[in-house]
């Protein structure tokens, strides 16, 4: 029963990814996402996943662009990623996973 609510609660803050961007928080969708772990901490920020798609808020003050970088280097390529509101274009993420040192 304790697993179906938490599955839950991550399907809920995963559906919720695009408003808390526009709030000013984190989010990203990752491009493998059996390699999402269900939580992560980054820079400060804590990363709660589920299925590909994480969210967080907090973290250090940061470009996004670095932000991606660093995300990257610990979970993996991503195909969309917004930093504390601010959403890098797809020409950006692809920059990101290049440079992103594994």
Do not use: H, Y
């Amino acid at each position: 029963m304790r697993t179906f609510a938490v599955m839950a609660a991550l399907g809920l803050m995963a559906a919720a990814a695009p408003a808390l961007a526009q709030a000013g928080g984190s989010s990203l969708s990752l491009k493998d996402a059996s390699s999402a772990p269900a939580s992560i901490i980054v820079d400060g920020a804590t990363w709660r996943c589920a299925g590909g798609a994480c969210v967080s808020v907090g973290g250090a003050s940061q470009t996004a662009e670095r932000a991606c970088r660093r995300v990257v280097a610990k979970l993996g390529a991503v195909t969309a990623f917004t930093w504390q509101g601010q959403a890098l274009g797809d020409d950006k993420v692809a920059a990101c996973n290049t440079s992103a040192k594994r």
